[in-house]
């Protein structure tokens, strides 16, 4: 079966020890996300297609912030409350900075690629970790647990390049693989 085309344009997050002991301690349950796969999300851009994602990239701005040093905050649950889909850190220091940057140009990527305008607010998160399909409730329960536990108050991370992301050739080993990055 294909796997259906994914793209997105993000800003790579640089996972050196806080993530790798972080994610020792995930409990059962949960896909966690490779290091070279953790990203703050600017624009999705869906299955638009590699022509039309390379459109985008193209098209893109210069990034308003230029490079940025940001903190890390809390781990929370994003999607549908009842069934949530992914665990994600949110930024603390700089969070204002980054959300109003993906507001100011995440539209300009949409529209070069013809993609779904997504009309929610930016939130600036870092995911982390998805449940499983088939996660048990008793899992999904342990997992929020897990995260409400993180403490990554003291983790700061620089963003220094925009990237365009597409699914990796082998989802086992890595979610994401980047096609293309300049540095901001």
Partial sequence: MAVRPNWFV??????????EQM????????????????HLTVAFLGACGEEAALRA????????????????GAVV????????????VLLEDGR???EAAIGQ??????????????RRPPKAHVTLARPLHD???????????????LDLSRVRVELTSL?????SNDRRARQFRILERRAL
């Fill in 77 to 88: 649950p994003m999607g549908n409350p009842q069934r949530w889909s992914a665990l994600s």
């Fill in 57 to 72: 990239w193209r098209a893109a701005p210069d990034w308003p912030t230029g490079a940025l040093e940001v903190s890390l």
């Fill in 105 to 118: 140009c995440r539209h300009l990527f949409w529209e070069a690629a013809g993609a779904h305008l997504d």
């Fill in 163 to 167: 990237a365009l992301y597409t699914w």
């Fill in 135 to 149: 996660a048990s409730a008793e899992q999904r329960q342990a997992a929020l647990t897990w995260a409400a536990a």
């Fill in 23 to 38: 994610v020792q301690g995930a409990p059962e349950g949960l896909t966690r996300f490779n290091g070279s796969d953790l």
């Fill in 10 to 19: 993000g800003l790579p997050v640089l996972a050196n020890h806080w993530f």
């Fill in 96 to 98: 204002e900075e980054v």
